[in-house]
């Protein structure tokens, strides 16, 4: 069953539409429980697309096992994804800064507010993103530490490989998650992949994530698998980040989700003009890279990648 | 006058990224004028070259008093205004959600940070800055609800307004924000247009930049006798005028405009048919503060704002 969530006309002869489908067992009982799929907020983030797609076939082929209601809103930024538009084209805005919104604010806060309105009370809410178009994420769960103790518990299931429970921070108090976690209904961000591409695996992994966390809600009664473990991090001296030296062009020569030990070699910055190999990039610690740089091109101070330290998985 | 490099970053087939400032006097560190971050605010960065152009001849003419130095940062965005786009070219992030600023941070962070350096402790902070809707205010000093800046050196400008903002949890990354944590009264210094250049509200911002410095006793600055009362607004207390249907949007006033209630503000057009879809009328007796000015406009759009009669 598709359903609107809010519209709004736009100038030239066509509406705004924010869609959702909801899936439903075909025996209607009180008091099912409720999760909420949601992606697309930044319009360049299509990694959720696939994981929509697939919840929805999977829960289809064995619709009788289905015992709560599944809603999943595969394109909260339509006019975002249709134009590779990381926010609300027009108005050069970031959705994910506007939360919670505002039903008699502008069009940009009446969406936001209809979104928030749409979703709120669903037993759990996964909100799927994907980095954005400069780097590749390994499938990660983040948690402001405001709401740990709410939400580690579905993060252990969601078959992720890396939790990051972060510091608290004024300007996230703008974001979907944040506006549904501080209101009661638990939202969990995940970020994987990178921006503008799907990556097949990721969007399996957490699809049988989203499938195990169903199971223990009690929403699908079918087979799951068993999550794998993450590795969570609580201190943030334990995430190391690569900021580049110099402007130029990064080129890569390890591989995502890569043990590293301090002194390696993760890629260089060229200079393709002179030929010359402006800076090697290298370890700054023992530990893994869950995050690469994607776009090749880098500003000084450009972010390359992001290395979680040995001393976090292997204690 | 002298000019000096603020913060530099090694382009990689583009020149160098150079912010560049410009000082004049010697002393302490009183006055600090930011233009623009946002390559599209071709208005502030104009004000700026009259505010330098201004300065080197008070300074050339011995009319700055001694023991003040006054910094004046033109644009802060270079790179963006040469591709005439809004924020920075790579990544779309925008300065003037950095601040304070962290130097092993990502590029648009690190110019946050090397800006700030210089400039975080003067002890006033002037910022010429933009709206992020397209369209014209009458010009005003806008000051947050919360921090160091005081209602009374705001009317010091003499603008027509001050506008008290409530803070949002964004507004914390922004510079006008970040001086005042560090002890620095800032204030925001709009004027009617940012896309487009109004010599009229240029000049009347660098008018009202001269009286503040002289009310200080930084600059000698002789700007008539009679000091003008700004009215002070609280932004919240403002009316918002919306649109209830999206199409082609005909003003039928200016900013700046004293309208009664029931005044016809606007008229929204039916795109394919010329047809008048919605006039939007005056609500109560103002003036018009605020104006949408792109030729189209979405429904639920808050299209004019108006200061209601006391």
């Known amino acids: 069953m598709i359903k609107t969530v809010t519209s709004v006309g736009l100038p030239v002869d066509e509406t705004l539409t924010i869609k959702k489908r909801r899936i439903m067992p075909k025996e209607h009982k009180e008091g099912m429980k409720r999760i909420s799929i949601v992606t697309g907020i930044h319009g360049d983030e299509l990694e959720g697309q696939y994981v929509c797609f697939e919840l929805a076939r999977r829960i289809e082929e064995s619709i009788e096992h289905l015992k709560g209601i599944v809603d999943i809103y595969p394109a909260m930024n339509p006019l975002g994804i249709d134009s590779i538009t990381r926010g609300i084209p027009a108005f050069d805005l970031d959705l994910n800064r506007l939360f919670p919104g505002n039903m008699e604010g502008d069009m940009t806060e009446f969406l936001a507010a209809g979104m928030v309105k749409d979703v709120s009370g669903s037993d759990l809410v996964i909100d799927i993103h994907a980095s954005n178009i400069y780097l590749t994420e390994i499938p990660q769960i983040r948690i402001n530490e405001l709401h740990d103790e709410e939400l580690v518990p579905f993060a252990k299931e969601a078959n992720v490989d890396f939790v990051w429970v972060h510091g608290a921070s004024t300007v996230l108090?703008?974001?979907?998650?944040?506006?549904?976690?501080?209101?009661?209904?638990?939202?969990?961000?995940?970020?994987?992949?990178?921006?503008?591409?799907?990556?097949?695996?990721?969007?399996?992994?957490?699809?049988?994530?989203?499938?195990?966390?169903?199971?223990?809600?009690?929403?699908?009664?079918?087979?799951?698998?068993?999550?794998?473990?993450?590795?969570?991090?609580?201190?943030?001296?334990?995430?190391?980040?690569?900021?580049?030296?110099?402007?130029?062009?990064?080129?890569?020569?390890?591989?995502?989700?890569?043990?590293?030990?301090?002194?390696?070699?993760?890629?260089?910055?060229?200079?393709?003009?002179?030929?010359?190999?402006?800076?090697?990039?290298?370890?700054?610690?023992?530990?893994?890279?869950?995050?690469?740089?994607?776009?090749?091109?880098?500003?000084?101070?450009?972010?390359?990648?992001?290395l979680l330290r040995k001393e976090a998985y292997k204690a | 006058m002298k000019k000096k490099i603020i913060y530099e970053l090694k382009g990689l087939y583009r020149d160098d990224f150079r912010v560049t400032g410009y000082e004049f006097g010697s002393g302490e560190k009183s006055v600090c004028i930011v233009g623009t971050m946002r390559g599209n605010e071709v208005q502030q960065l104009y004000c700026c070259s009259q505010l330098v152009k201004k300065f080197k001849q008070l300074e050339e003419e011995g009319r700055i008093a001694e023991g003040h130095k006054i910094l004046i940062i033109p644009s802060c965005n270079p790179y963006s205004m040469n591709i005439q786009k809004r924020f920075w070219p790579i990544d779309n992030t925008d300065i003037n959600r950095m601040f304070p600023g962290y130097n092993l941070g990502e590029t648009t962070q690190r110019i946050a940070d090397g800006v700030f350096k210089e400039i975080m402790d003067y002890q006033y902070g002037i910022q010429f800055t933009s709206f992020y809707m397209p369209g014209e205010f009458i010009p005003h000093i806008r000051m947050m609800d919360w921090g160091y800046s005081t209602v009374e050196n705001a009317m010091k400008f003499e603008m027509p307004y001050v506008v008290i903002r409530k803070v949002r949890p964004y507004d914390t990354a922004t510079l006008n924000f970040n001086w005042q944590v560090w002890d620095t009264q800032a204030f925001s210094l709009y004027t009617t247009k940012t896309t487009t250049i109004d010599p009229k509200s240029a000049g009347q911002s660098v008018l009202c930049v001269m009286k503040f410095l002289s009310s200080l006793g930084i600059v000698k600055y002789q700007s008539g006798s009679r000091i003008k009362q700004s009215e002070v607004v609280v932004d919240t207390d403002m009316v918002s005028v919306q649109t209830a249907k999206s199409g082609i949007f005909e003003s039928l006033v200016k900013v700046g405009e004293y309208v009664e209630e029931g005044t016809p503000l606007a008229n929204i057009i039916h795109p394919y048919e010329g047809t008048i879809m919605e006039t939007l009328y005056a609500p109560v007796d103002g003036r018009v503060f605020f104006m949408h000015t792109d030729p189209l406009t979405y429904a639920n759009t808050a299209v004019f704002k108006l200061i209601a009669n006391a």
């Open chain 1, 173 to 306: 108090e703008s974001t979907f998650a944040y506006s549904l976690n501080s209101t009661g209904t638990p939202c969990l961000v995940v970020e994987m992949g990178v921006g503008m591409r799907i990556t097949k695996e990721y969007g399996d992994q957490l699809t049988d994530g989203i499938m195990n966390l169903m199971g223990k809600l009690g929403i699908w009664d079918g087979e799951t698998k068993e999550s794998r473990k993450p590795i969570i991090s609580r201190n943030p001296d334990d995430v190391s980040y690569l900021n580049a030296s110099t402007s130029g062009v990064f080129v890569q020569k390890v591989k995502h989700w890569e043990e590293l030990k301090e002194g390696d070699i993760i890629g260089s910055i060229v200079d393709p003009l002179s030929g010359k190999v402006l800076d090697e990039v290298k370890s700054p610690v023992d530990g893994i890279l869950f995050t690469i740089r994607e776009y090749p091109i880098v500003d000084e101070g450009s972010l390359m990648g992001r």
